[in-house]
């Protein structure tokens, strides 16, 4: 059975750091792209960012850019996000989840190629990240 | 960076109802759309895939459709476990989702 165990959160000040971790079961993740997603209290789905499957590419949104870090050990089946110099705005659950396995690994889309990186067919339970300013 | 509008914000609804929730891109993308459904306080449930297409297990009264820039899901008899809020998301160039659709009871 797939399992995607979310764990790091707490409360930090601005401008401190933390990291995320996503222990998955039932699946190898380092064959799958996988993906962190946050919802501020109250607010909709935001995808953060991702790492493909068999070749280690990572991806981030305008948002993290520059802040966040994603990563995986495979020898633990492990996902991980660093996050730098949070911000009040980063408050958020946080959630890993894993690429659902039907389509193309890549898009092509007005000539530019972009790598699969959803829809996600598994979630972790989410995790709660508050940044005090 | 492609923008993912969804129409209504909140839609009132019976059991019983057929509910439809709109989904538009800022852009042209073809038919790589994805629809969720998620409680409070749960993780997002995968619905449809690639526009059009049921994931494995769930009911057969939702259903998608579109392509480019308008897109669509339908409940054709709404069900109580249904109230809920949706989301749509876009996975041809990384990844967008909507602001969501709350489903809730008239």
């Known amino acids: 059975e797939v399992q995607l165990l979310d764990s790091g959160g707490g409360l930090v000040q601005s401008g401190e750091s933390l990291r995320l971790s996503c222990v998955a079961s039932?699946?190898?993740?380092?064959?799958?792209?996988m993906s962190w997603v946050r919802q501020a209290p109250g607010k909709g789905l935001e995808w953060v960012s991702a790492?493909?499957?068999?070749?280690?590419?990572?991806y981030y949104a305008d948002s993290v850019k520059g802040r966040f870090t994603i990563s995986r050990d495979s020898s633990k089946n492990t996902l991980y996000l660093v996050m730098n110099n949070l911000r009040a705005e980063d408050t958020a659950v946080y959630y890993c989840?894993?690429?659902?396995?039907?389509?193309?690994?890549?898009?092509?889309?007005?000539?530019?190629?972009?790598?699969?990186?959803?829809?996600?067919?598994?979630w972790g339970q989410g995790t709660l990240v508050t940044v005090s300013s | 960076d492609i923008q993912m509008t969804q129409s209504p914000s909140t839609l009132s609804a019976s059991v019983g109802d057929r509910v439809t929730i709109t989904c538009r891109a800022s852009?042209?993308?073809?038919?790589?759309l994805a629809w969720y459904q998620q409680k409070p306080g749960k993780a997002p449930k995968l619905l449809i895939y690639?526009?059009?297409s049921l994931v494995g297990g769930v009911p057969s009264r939702f259903s998608g459709s579109g392509s480019g820039t308008e897109f669509t899901l339908t409940i054709s008899s709404l069900q109580p476990d249904d109230f809920a809020t949706y989301y749509c998301?876009?996975?041809?160039?990384?990844?967008?989702f909507g602001q969501g659709t709350k489903v809730e009871i008239k």
């Open positions: 039932g699946f190898t993740l380092s064959r799958y792209a």
């Open positions: 989840a894993k690429v659902f396995d039907s389509g193309p690994p890549t898009i092509t889309i007005f000539g530019v190629v972009y790598p699969r990186i959803a829809p996600f067919d598994y």
């Open positions: 998301q876009q996975y041809s160039s990384y990844s967008t």
């Open positions: 852009q042209s993308f073809s038919n790589w």
């Open positions: 790492i493909s499957g068999s070749v280690i590419n990572t």
């Open positions: 690639q526009a059009s």
